[in-house]
């Protein structure tokens, strides 16, 4: 449900990355690999290349989607397995299947050829991120917002850095009106990612909620009206309080009638704002094509 999605988001790794001990290595890796390969990675904190791989590895496993796991064991700190299976150098990578050393590696590999060793371990790694978005941003448009919000949460599960999916899930939040958790999902989103279209969209959506959640109620923004049709400031404040509700013809038409009276009222500002639910829309919503032409018409007939 989406009272539990924050938690999936912060979640960096689940279960397919963790340390492990002399003591729990029979459990973490030789019991894990009777079900799935489990890498064990060596390391030590002197290691610069250790250090270099880390981030990798853990990308390419947590890509890999459950199919194998990582486990990273500190030499410094517990010798005697590396002794024991004669690890000389570091980093060094021996993947265990059913309960035995099958492969390994020495050194620092670059992500395709680490992706290539796993895939000798369990078989092409497909990634399903992109279709499961699909299926979030479907239920998200026709509003299963459950199955958005629990789609968009199983995809961070194990690709917690996927903009898009925190993108996604942001929007499904602020369609529950879950303003709070909204914004801290936004706040992983690093600020020197590359900025796209639905992330664009994610944080206008959260202006926007923000400007509404301080609005009156509708019927009292029309009352207003009613008393003086020419009150803009009533019906700007209308259309942020219609596209808060999901009335977004409503709200676009009420921006553009202030626009055909007064396109110059406070700065331009109903067109302007007029563009930042189009954003917060997406530029290939119908809602934003059809708000877009009765704009053009107003502007340029």
Do not use: Y
């Not at 019991?31 to 060596?42: E, K």
């Not at 926007?208 to 400031?233: C, F, S, Y």
């Not at 406070?266 to 919503?285: I, K, S, V, Y």
Request: aromatic share 4%.
């Amino acid at each position: 449900m989406l009272g539990q999605t924050s938690d999936a988001a912060t979640s960096i790794t689940g279960d397919l990355v963790k340390e492990t001990t002399t003591a729990a290595f029979k459990n973490d890796v030789i019991a894990d690999s009777m079900r799935q390969p489990v890498l064990v990675d060596f390391w030590a904190p002197w290691c610069g290349p250790c250090r270099q791989m880390t981030p990798v590895i853990e990308k390419a496993v947590v890509a890999a989607a459950g199919k194998v796991k990582l486990v990273k064991m500190n030499i410094d700190e517990h010798p005697q397995i590396a002794g024991q299976l004669g690890v000389k150098s570091i980093p060094a990578v021996v993947a265990f299947q059913n309960g035995r050393p099958v492969d390994g590696f020495v050194g620092a590999l670059p992500e395709s050829q680490i992706r290539s060793f796993i895939e000798r371990l369990v078989g092409p790694v497909e990634d399903e991120a992109e279709a499961m978005l699909l299926v979030a941003e479907t239920a998200l448009a026709e509003e299963r917002l459950d199955e958005a919000g629990e789609t968009f949460s199983a995809i961070l599960a194990t690709q917690p850095d996927n903009t898009s999916a925190l993108a996604g899930l942001a929007r499904t939040l602020l369609a529950t009106g879950n303003l709070d958790d909204a914004k801290a999902i936004l706040a992983l989103i690093p600020p020197d990612a590359p900025t796209d279209a639905k992330i664009q969209a994610a944080r206008a959506a959260l202006d926007l909620a923000v400007q509404a959640a301080d609005l009156g109620d509708i019927p009292d923004l029309e009352t207003r009206l009613l008393a003086d049709a020419g009150d803009h400031q009533a019906r700007f404040d209308l259309a942020l309080a219609l596209n808060a509700r999901g009335r977004r013809q409503d709200a676009a038409d009420a921006l553009l009638l202030i626009i055909k009276h007064d396109r110059s009222w406070e700065d331009d500002r109903a067109r302007q704002q007029l563009l930042q639910f189009f954003e917060a829309w997406g530029p290939m919503d119908p809602e934003t094509a059809l708000a877009r032409r009765k704009l053009s018409t107003l502007l340029f007939s």
